[in-house]
Each structure stands twice: as C-alpha cells, then as structure tokens.
C-alpha cells in the first residue's frame, strides 16, 4: 500500500510552509494536516482552507534550455 502524505492549501492556491524551508510542509496523518489546516484558519478568518492528499509530487525547475526535475518520496 502506498504511503499518504498530506498538504495544507489556502483559498490563494497557497501551500502551508515552515519558516525557512524550500518545501512545503506535509503530514503523515490527516489529523496532523486537520490540526494544521484549523491554525491556519483561525489566522485568517473567512478564508478557506483545503487539505489535499497527495498521489505524487513532483517538482520541474523552470531554468531553460536545461530542464531539472525533482521527485520526491512520500513519507512512509
């Protein structure tokens, strides 16, 4: 069975990020990202937040003529 890891997206299309990291923040649990996803909430009220579980993630540097990609494993 395949890993689940889960990613916390606001009304902007915004990911949830930890002060200082390059990527976003993902949990292992839906109530990790549940708790979360209320933080964010209450800091902005009225807005929505969104919790999406991720299949894959893949990420591709927009650095032409050479093109870098990079593929993250979930977590376990």
């Given amino acids: 069975m395949a890993a689940r890891e889960y990613f916390v997206i606001d009304q902007s299309g915004h990911m949830s990020f930890s002060i200082?990291?390059?990527e976003p923040e993902?949990?292992?649990?839906?109530?990790?990202?549940?708790r979360r996803a209320r933080e964010l909430a209450k800091s902005e009220p009225g807005r929505t937040v969104v919790i999406a579980q991720s299949i894959a993630y893949v990420t591709c540097e927009v650095s032409p003529p050479v093109v870098?990609?990079?593929e993250r494993k979930l977590r376990a």
């Fill in 20 to 22: 200082g990291d390059e």
């Fill in 26 to 34: 993902s949990f292992g649990t839906l109530d990790a990202a549940k």
């Fill in 68 to 70: 870098a990609m990079k």
